[in-house]
T-cell receptor, first 115, second 111 residues
Framework: GAVVSQHPSRVICKSGTSVKIECRSLDFQATTMFWYRQFPKQSLMLMATSNEGSKATYEQGVEKDKFLINHASLTLSTLTVTSAHPEDSSFYIC???????????FGPGTRLTVL | SQELEQSPQSLIVQEGKNLTINCTSSKTLYGLYWYKQKYGEGLIFLMMLQKGGEEKSHEKITAKLDEKKQQSSLHITASQPSHAGIYLCGADIKSQGNLIFGKGTKLSVKP
C-alpha cells in the first residue's frame, strides 16, 4: 500500500530557530500534499494544501511567512517553521494524494517542541 | 461551527463489550476516513468509505457509511485493551481532497 514518511519524527529546538519537516511519498507520486497541525486534545487542523510545482494554499489564520511550504517534486513536500516559538510546539502531520485515486495517505507525524 | 460531529467524546467499556462511535455531518461526505491514534503517536489509518451504504470490516472493527453519506459509525466487537486509544473520523466534504476531522473519541477498555 501507499506509504508516506515524515522526518524527523521528533524535534526539539530553541526559540528563534527554524525547523524543517519533510514529507515523502515513498511508493507513489503525490500530486497534492496537505499539512495539518494537531493541538493537544484537539482534532487536526488543516494548515495548507500544496500542489507540486505551485505555491501552497494556506488556510485562514495560518501565516504563510511563518510556515513555509515547498512542494518541489512529486514525492517531497517540506514545511519550515521559521523563527519558532514555544506556541508553535505541536504535532505536525502531512498527508498525500496521488494521481491514481483520491485516497489520502497520512504520514506518521512530527512532534515539534520549542524551548 | 463544527462540520463533523463525533460522539461520544469519551468512552469507557469493559473488556469484551461491544461499542459504537458515530461521526455525523450536515453535508455530503465524499470520503469518510477512520483513524486510530495512540497517545503521542501518529495516526493509524483504519478504513475509508466512499459509497452510500458501504460497510468495511477489519478484524473486530466494522465501519459503515449511511445511504445519504452523512453519517458513519465505527463498531468494535468484543473490545480488547489493545483497542484503547483515540478514534478519529476525517471527511472530505468538498470533494477537493483535504479533510476535516471530528474531535475524536477517547476509548478506554477496562480489563
Amino acid at each position: 500500500g501507499a506509504v508516506v514518511s515524515q522526518h524527523p519524527s521528533r524535534v526539539i529546538c530553541k526559540s528563534g530557530t527554524s525547523v524543517k519537516i519533510e514529507c515523502r511519498s515513498l511508493d507513489f507520486q503525490a500530486t497534492t500534499m496537505f499539512w495539518y497541525r494537531q493541538f493537544p486534545k484537539q482534532s487536526l487542523m488543516l494548515m495548507a494544501t500544496s500542489n507540486e510545482g505551485s505555491k501552497a494554499t494556506y488556510e485562514q489564520g495560518v501565516e504563510k511567512d511563518k510556515f513555509l511550504i515547498n512542494h518541489a517534486s512529486l514525492t517531497l513536500s517540506t514545511l519550515t517553521v521559521t523563527s519558532a516559538h514555544p506556541e508553535d510546539s505541536s504535532f505536525y502531520i502531512c498527508s498525500a494524494t496521488g494521481t491514481v485515486s483520491d485516497t489520502q495517505y497520512f504520514g506518521p507525524g512530527t512532534r515539534l517542541t520549542v524551548l | 461551527s463544527q462540520e463533523l460531529e463525533q460522539s461520544p467524546q469519551s468512552l469507557i467499556v469493559q473488556e469484551g463489550k461491544n461499542l459504537t462511535i458515530n461521526c455525523t455531518s450536515s453535508k455530503t461526505l465524499y470520503g469518510l476516513y477512520w483513524y486510530k491514534q495512540k497517545y503521542g503517536e501518529g495516526l493509524i489509518f483504519l478504513m475509508m468509505l466512499q459509497k452510500g451504504g458501504e460497510e468495511k470490516s477489519h478484524e473486530k472493527i466494522t465501519a459503515k457509511l449511511d445511504e445519504k453519506k452523512q453519517q458513519s459509525s465505527l463498531h468494535i466487537t468484543a473490545s480488547q485493551p489493545s483497542h484503547a486509544g483515540i478514534y478519529l473520523c476525517g471527511a472530505d466534504i468538498k470533494s477537493q481532497g483535504n479533510l476535516i476531522f471530528g474531535k475524536g473519541t477517547k476509548l478506554s477498555v477496562k480489563p
